[in-house]
């Protein structure tokens, strides 16, 4: 099975100036982990709120791609997020939901998906471009190559070994957070 | 009856404070001001499916430079408590417009529970609450709670009353 940190470092390598939310918990640990950047807007919290971050920012910012990275979880917490999004259709949006069928922050309890619901097909149904279920490291390739050129928005649940990784504790201070991505992203403009 | 003035008048207040992105769980209330919204091309308007998703929604517009305002009935309150985690610790301004329900001649003994713990349940999130119980009252209270939102940084919710507005009445 794909591992989630080696799935989110081959996702991020070739991210160009790509905008980045994630999802709280292990998505958050492992792009810090794998990938930090002022351009990464990391959630420690308000559980199912990452994709609509990502789509108030994609409408803010419609010259930059902007990545998603969230847990089943979280995303099962937003689901309503997926027919909002497929009504606005954001172009520039994309989200990856690093699925293991855990709330391994909890005591690893069985999400939906591990039941069978599944999101690829739920985003399809709400009006997604795109939307697939990734399980092996061609299909990985094929996702790392559409994820920042293909028309969005864009869903992908890539199903991942459910061994967690070891803990990265970035930075979780909001306000940094917050500055150093407007700073990087807006310029002065972040303190207008 | 004719139409009131202030939602014209409130929709004026949020285009000269910035705002770009409308997001909204609709209410009656809030029907004209949706209306002007989705009418300007210049503006994003997001129908939403629960309220707390322009939580989420309003901080990433923010972290992208552009200023929104959610629109909600006060019954959507509750929907956005622990979403609000984000912009109360990450300081993000945060501006809500809540048509009330449950107070004054509410007819549905629903709407009350959640119309009377509007504004602690805001409060004890850390949200700023300004209300307006009289027409008149209302676009100032806007202009203010845009103020307070984006030039200090903070929550503000904008509680219009239903004695603002006018109980609505249950057509039997």
């Not at chain 1, 039941?115 to 390739?141: I, K, N, Q, S, Y």
């Not at chain 2, 909204?24 to 994003?44: C, F, K, M, S």
């Not at chain 2, 119980?133 to 939102?149: M, N, P, W």
């Amino acid at each position: 099975m794909l591992e989630r940190r080696a799935v989110t470092a081959q996702l991020l390598r070739r991210r160009g100036e790509a905008l980045v939310v994630t999802g709280l918990g292990s998505p958050t640990y492992d792009a810090f982990a794998v990938a930090d950047s002022p351009l990464n807007f990391y959630l420690w919290g308000a559980m199912g709120s990452a994709s609509m971050v990502g789509l108030g920012l994609a409408s803010a910012q419609t010259g930059r791609r902007v990545v998603v990275i969230t847990g089943d979880g979280e995303m099962l917490m937003g689901l309503g997020s997926l027919a909002t999004i497929g009504v606005r259709r954001p172009r520039n949006l994309a989200i990856v939901v690093i699925d293991n069928g855990l709330y391994a922050e909890t005591g690893m309890q069985r999400t939906h998906t591990a039941h069978g619901v599944d999101l690829a097909a739920v985003a399809r149904a709400c009006g997604f471009a795109a939307a697939e279920t990734v399980r092996t490291p061609g299909e990985l390739a094929a996702l790392e190559r559409s994820l920042y050129d293909a028309p969005g928005p864009l869903f992908a649940a890539v199903k991942v070994a459910p061994e967690p990784t070891k803990i990265e504790l970035g930075p979780r201070d909001g306000p940094y957070l917050r500055s150093r991505f407007r700073e990087t992203l807006l310029g002065d403009a972040a303190h207008r | 009856m004719t139409a009131p003035a202030w939602p014209d008048a409130i929709y004026d207040e949020l285009l000269a404070a910035g705002v770009k992105q409308v997001a909204y769980v609709p209410d009656a209330g809030h029907r004209r001001l949706i209306e002007l919204a989705q009418a300007n091309a210049g503006l994003t308007t997001v129908v939403l499916t629960t309220e707390e998703e322009g939580i989420g929604l309003l901080a990433g517009a923010y972290l992208g430079g552009e200023r929104g305002v959610l629109l909600m009935q006060s019954s959507g309150v509750g929907n956005c408590i622990n979403a609000l985690a984000l912009p109360a610790e990450c300081r993000i301004p945060l501006l809500m417009l809540v048509t009330m329900r449950g107070e004054w001649g509410e007819f549905n003994p629903w709407q009350v529970a959640m119309g009377q713990a509007t504004a602690p349940a805001l409060e004890a999130m850390g949200v700023i609450v300004l209300r307006a119980d009289d027409a008149g009252e209302i676009v100032e209270a806007v202009r203010a709670g845009a103020g307070l939102a984006f030039d200090s940084g903070r929550m503000v919710a904008v509680l219009i009353g239903q004695r603002a507005i006018g109980a609505k009445v249950f057509r039997k």
